[in-house]
């Protein structure tokens, strides 16, 4: 019977007793005729001339092996690390620091420091443009020769034959301060006046924003070029009064007349360097400065009444500054000479102020 045949138990199954009417022959076969059979490939371990064949393997679902390389190596694992308790850190509270402020004089000192530094800077800005102005230099001079000159034509008209002459010769050498203070004031103005022609403002409050200070510079610089000219100025024309009409006058009442008509010019520049920053017109200060200067005079001698008169030559910025000058008949006077110098310094000090505000409130 074919083993096709066969129930599916008794296929390949060697050991069961053959069906009734089919001879099974157990004889072996030759090695030759075997040789190329399964089992002879299965017992080839038998001959002694060859190596014993490995064991067949049995196919097995453990997933740690393979049916081609055998056994997988299982990777080494490091044991597993019990977790330890870790010692408990007490949380101590680190010791307040109290906030200690710097030295007050340390803090200050460098807030100085950096005022200063820009405080230079500025100064040395504004020292720049009004010295390399063409026309800086010719103002100086004509405040020396506009003051000195007019002095001298006065003293030699007067004339004087006696010992001591009268009248005040210190006051009479120093009219000269009248036309000199005009000049004075075209400096001041041309120092803001021109900058505002030219456009040449936006730039200076672009490069220094502070402006307050840069007012503030240009106060200062325009007072150092005015103070010079105005004291080698005064000398000359009080030297000048006392040296053609000799009086017999005390030299602290010259001293004083010299020394506040110096500080007149210098408050006369610091008024017309306000107006002009408030004006923002260099001909248009001009005028208001000689008008300011020169309208209270007028007005006192077209007053009917004399108490009027006193009280607009006690006002005005010219004729009460120019009281300081007088040497003799000091009760005769509208006002004091010290008293008179504080009134110019008044309007100086509110020219200045409008100056400001009008300079924050406004673009440039």
Known sequence: MSRDLLPPERRGNHDLPPPPGEHRDRTPPPLDDRAGSWEARHQRGTDPGRLPAAPRRTPTTDPQHDLTTGPRDEPQREPRREPTAQPRHELTAEPRRELTAEPRHETT????????????????????KLRTATETVWLVLGIVAATVGVGIVVVLNIPCTTEFCGGDPTKTGLTGVQLGQAVVAILAVLAVGGE???????GTLAAMPRRTGVLAAKAVVVT???????AVAVAVSALTGRHFLPADASWPSVLRATGGSVLYLMLIGLLALGVATVVRNAAAAVGVVLALLFLFPILAAAAPDPTWERHLLQVGPMTAGLAVQATTGLDKLPIGPWAGLAVTAAWAVGALLAAVIALEARDA
Do not use: C, D, F, Q
């Open 109 to 128: 000192a460098g807030l100085w420091r950096g005022l200063a530094a820009e405080w230079r800077r500025y100064l040395r800005a504004e020292w720049t």
């Open 196 to 202: 505002y022609s030219t456009g040449m403002i936006h």
């Open 224 to 230: 150092a070029v005015i103070a010079p000219a105005a």
